[in-house]
Nanobody, 121 residues
Framework: QVRLVESGGGLVQPGGSLRLSCAASGIIYSINTMGWYRQAPGTQRELVATITSGGTSNYAASVKGRFTISGDTAESTVYLQMNTLRPDDTAVYYC???????????????WGQGTQVTVSS
């Protein structure tokens, strides 16, 4: 059973920074893509940033230039450095990994339980 656990959320003032971490445990054969998504109250979950096993990253327009995703597929970890945070960044942040648990498997999506980020003065 693969399990993803996020950490690093919290309360920060506008303009501040936070670093989110996500670590996967369990039997993992390979990871294709790792990413961060967020969901604010009353809204749908949205993509924040993704990174492939080859290191190609992709960002939502609203966070480009402020957030940086990094990861290590060999360590099954992904990070999100968030700078210049704004109140509209307030949301529950979820990590996601598209991975295989053995070489015969199809790629499947696994999600963490989420970590709250609140940007407020």
């Amino acid at each position: 059973q693969v399990r993803l656990v996020e950490s690093g959320g919290g309360l920060v003032q506008p303009g501040g920074s936070l670093r989110l971490s996500c670590a996967a445990s369990g039997i993992i054969y390979s990871i294709n893509t790792m990413g961060w998504y967020r969901q604010a109250p009353g809204t749908q979950r949205e993509l924040v940033a993704t990174i492939t096993s080859g290191g190609t990253s992709n960002y939502a327009a609203s966070v480009k230039g402020r957030f940086t995703i990094s990861g290590d597929t060999a360590e099954s970890t992904v990070y999100l450095q968030m700078n210049t945070l704004r109140p509209d960044d307030t949301a529950v942040y979820y990590c996601k990994m598209d991975l295989k648990t053995n070489w015969l498997d199809s790629v499947a999506a696994y999600w963490g339980q989420g970590t709250q980020v609140t940007v407020s003065s």
